[in-house]
C-alpha cells in the first residue's frame, strides 16, 4: 500500500518570504498523481497544485511551485513571496491510476504559520 | 459551475441518534469518496464509488456506518447508532476517473458532534 509522509508538523514563515514543505511517499507504482491541498480554518479541501508522475517538468501555479524529485520520491510544495491569506494545514496526497485503487491517500499534514 | 455539496453543513446530535450525512457530486463525475477526518487519525477513506457501485469499504469502522449511491447524483453516509467517537469532519468528494489531471474535488464537509 502506498503511504506518504510529512515530516514537518509546523513550519512558519515571514511574509512575504519563501517556504518549502516537505513531502515523501513510497509506492512501486510507475504511473501516478500527486497533489497538494489547502485546507484552511474553515476546513474546505482547496487543490493548489498537481503533478503527473510521467511528466518530467515541475508543475506551476503562480506563487505555488514544486519539485518532484520521482526517484527519490519526494514530492515538496514551494511557496513564494507568501501572504498571510497562505496560512493553513496543507496536505501532500497521491492518488493511483489503477482502476479500483484511486482513492487519495494523504500525508498527516504541515501546519503553515505566516508571521506579519 | 457547483461544486460538490453536502448537507447538513453541522449537526449536533446525541449518542445512540441515527445521523445520515449527504452528497451530491459535480455533475458528470463518476467517482465519489467519503473522507473523515479526525485529530488522531487525520484524513482517512471510508469508502468510493465508481459509477454508483462501492468499489473500497475497507474503511468502513463497522456496521454502524452504511453508505449508498442510489444514483449518479446523489449519496448517503449514515450512522446508526451514533457514538461520541464518531464525532468528527465528513468530507465528500468527487472526480471524473479517466480524465487527464485526476483531481478529486472536496464538498466543504459536514460537521458532526455526537454529545
Known amino acids: 500500500a502506498q503511504t506518504v509522509t510529512q515530516s514537518q508538523p509546523e513550519m512558519s514563515v515571514q511574509e512575504a518570504e519563501t517556504v518549502t514543505l516537505s513531502c515523501t511517499y513510497d509506492t512501486s507504482e510507475s504511473d501516478y498523481y500527486l497533489f497538494w491541498y489547502k485546507q484552511p480554518p474553515s476546513r474546505q479541501m482547496i487543490l493548489v497544485i498537481r503533478?503527473?508522475?510521467?511528466?518530467?517538468q515541475n508543475a506551476t501555479e503562480n506563487r505555488f511551485s514544486v519539485n518532484f524529485q520521482k526517484a527519490a520520491k519526494s514530492f515538496s510544495l514551494k511557496i513564494s513571496d507568501s501572504q498571510l491569506g497562505d496560512a493553513a494545514m496543507y496536505f501532500c496526497?497521491?492518488?493511483?491510476?489503477?482502476?479500483?485503487?484511486?482513492?487519495?491517500?494523504f500525508g498527516q499534514g504541515t501546519r503553515l504559520t505566516i508571521n506579519p | 459551475d457547483a461544486g460538490v455539496i453536502q448537507s447538513p453543513r453541522h449537526e449536533v446530535t446525541e449518542m445512540g441518534q441515527e445521523v445520515t450525512l449527504r452528497c451530491k457530486p459535480i455533475s458528470g463525475h463518476n467517482s465519489l469518496f467519503w473522507y473523515r477526518q479526525t485529530m488522531m487519525r487525520g484524513l482517512e477513506l471510508l469508502i468510493y464509488f465508481n459509477n454508483n457501485v462501492p468499489i473500497d469499504d475497507s474503511g468502513m469502522p463497522e456496521d454502524r456506518f452504511s453508505a449508498k449511491m442510489p444514483n449518479a447524483s446523489f449519496s448517503t453516509l449514515k450512522i446508526q447508532p451514533s457514538e461520541p467517537r464518531d464525532s468528527a469532519v465528513y468530507f465528500c468528494?468527487?472526480?471524473?476517473?479517466?480524465?487527464?489531471?485526476?483531481?478529486?474535488?472536496f464538498g466543504e464537509g459536514s460537521w458532526l458532534t455526537v454529545v
Open positions: 496526497a497521491y492518488r493511483s491510476v489503477i482502476q479500483g485503487a484511486q482513492k487519495l491517500v
Open positions: 468528494a468527487s472526480s471524473m476517473t479517466g480524465v487527464i489531471g485526476n483531481t478529486i474535488y
Open positions: 503533478q503527473e508522475a510521467y511528466k518530467q
